[in-house]
């Protein structure tokens, strides 16, 4: 496990001193801190434990019980697949059985060229064109197999 560089310690402290007058910010801290680096560092947790006087026991607990904090740096992109039950009436397991075989990962994985991190998510809001699937910020509905891999294609050429 890498260490918080200078600069990762100092947006965290900066995140932590936003929110830490606020009523319960440990949600917001978190948020922030994994908006700012893309995760939220193991080493991050004493200083958001310290900095809003929680024990790290608790801030660990509410890191590793919401699915949506990552522990690892994502990947280039990160694929969203809704996990939700109108998804799942349309066939977002078949789905997601193809993007996890078509991508070599499991959820909340990252694929070895670092290009691809797959994330189940609970509700993109697209129930009306289930199955949906979000990358990068980017909705899709009405997404198959065949359409998965247009995308993948797709976003393997972007930056």
């Not at 789905?95 to 691809?116: E, I, N, S, Y």
Request: charge should be negative.
């Amino acid at each position: 496990m890498k260490a918080l560089d200078p600069t990762q310690r100092e947006t965290v402290n900066r995140i932590i001193a936003q929110h830490k007058d606020r009523p319960g910010p440990l949600l917001e801290v978190l948020h922030g801190v994994q908006d700012a680096l893309g995760y939220v560092p193991a080493d991050a947790v004493p200083l958001i434990a310290d900095g809003l006087n929680l024990s790290r026991a608790e801030v660990h607990g509410v890191v590793t019980f919401y699915h949506h904090f990552r522990h690892a740096p994502p990947g280039r992109h990160v694929v969203q697949l809704c996990r939700a039950e109108a998804c799942q009436s349309m066939g977002a397991e078949g789905l997601a059985a193809h993007a996890k075989k078509r991508l070599g990962v499991d959820f909340h994985q990252t694929t070895a060229d670092g290009k691809f991190t797959l994330e189940p998510v609970f509700c993109l809001g697209n129930c009306a064109c289930s199955p949906a699937a979000m990358i990068d910020g980017e909705l899709y509905g009405r997404v198959t197999p065949e359409r998965f891999d247009e995308l993948v294609k797709e976003w393997e050429g972007r930056p």
